[in-house]
Nanobody, 124 residues
Framework: VQLQASGGGLVQAGDSLRLSCAPS???????VGWFRQAPGKEREFVSA????????YYADSVKGRFTISRDKDKNTVYLQMNSLKPEDTAVYYC???????????????????WGQGTQVTVSS
């Protein structure tokens, strides 16, 4: 399964972007998450959504600014990012778990498939 992440770009502080993530084959089934990695830093959790029930989780750094959602008909997960800050600059990765029981989705090792990443750059 390949995950296609898209929607990144170069924006100014305060602007918005919406990232999308969709699998090339099969449907999402358990959970989908977003992580990001800035230059010289470790990959960090941003947000996750449970596919069936829609429960959402956020890192403290993005709460109130980012919203994760899913469209079951389109088999796509979105990350709406508002009030972007320069510190949000990173490569954003989507990840998916297709296994049969729930995990701690703030951990990167809870996912079994990863997308290629999309660059988000926020200028001040």
């Amino acid at each position: 399964v390949q995950l296609q992440a898209s929607g990144g770009g170069l924006v100014q502080a305060g602007d918005s972007l919406r990232l999308s993530c969709a699998p090339s084959t099969r449907s999402f089934s358990t959970a989908v998450g977003w992580f990001r990695q800035a230059p010289g830093k470790e990959r960090e959790f941003v947000s996750a959504i449970i596919w069936s029930g829609g429960n959402t989780y956020y890192a403290d750094s993005v709460k109130g600014r980012f919203t994760i959602s899913r469209d079951k008909d389109k088999n796509t997960v979105y990350l709406q990012m508002n009030s972007l800050k320069p510190e949000d600059t990173a490569v954003y990765y989507c990840a998916a778990d297709f296994r049969s029981y729930y995990r701690n989705y703030a951990r990167s090792d809870s996912y079994d498939y990863w997308g290629q990443g999309t660059q988000v750059t926020v200028s001040s």
